[in-house]
């Protein structure tokens, strides 16, 4: 993601003065955080699963204003995912995604 320094400077019609950093790293823009919840999982038909998801509390931007544009949610025998079996990805905001 994107981090950002800052600092300021005043000026007069000398010219400008000696700055001052603010302290902290800003992030600016990175990649978002978790979906806040996988509220249900089911069987929806023949080799199908529906799963329903919420939105992630952190989007990626400083001020939550930059939207998530996909989502993929990932299906496999193994709990730690070394093999997938299906994967499946949504673009926008959906927050339900069939896999077959």
Not at 74 to 96: K, Q
Request: charged share 20%; glycine share 8%; no cysteine.
């Amino acid at each position: 993601g994107l981090v950002l320094y800052l600092r300021v400077a005043a000026a007069n019609s000398v010219g400008y003065g000696p700055p001052l950093a603010w302290p902290y790293p800003l992030r600016v823009l990175g990649v978002p955080g978790p979906p806040a919840d996988v509220s249900r999982a089911r069987p929806a038909g023949d080799r199908t699963v529906r799963v329903d998801y919420l939105p992630p509390l952190d989007t990626g931007f400083f001020d939550q204003s930059e939207p998530v544009v996909a989502y993929r949610v990932e299906a496999s025998e193994d709990p730690a995912f070394r093999d997938l079996a299906l994967v499946a990805e949504a673009s926008g905001a959906a927050l339900t995604q069939d896999l077959r």
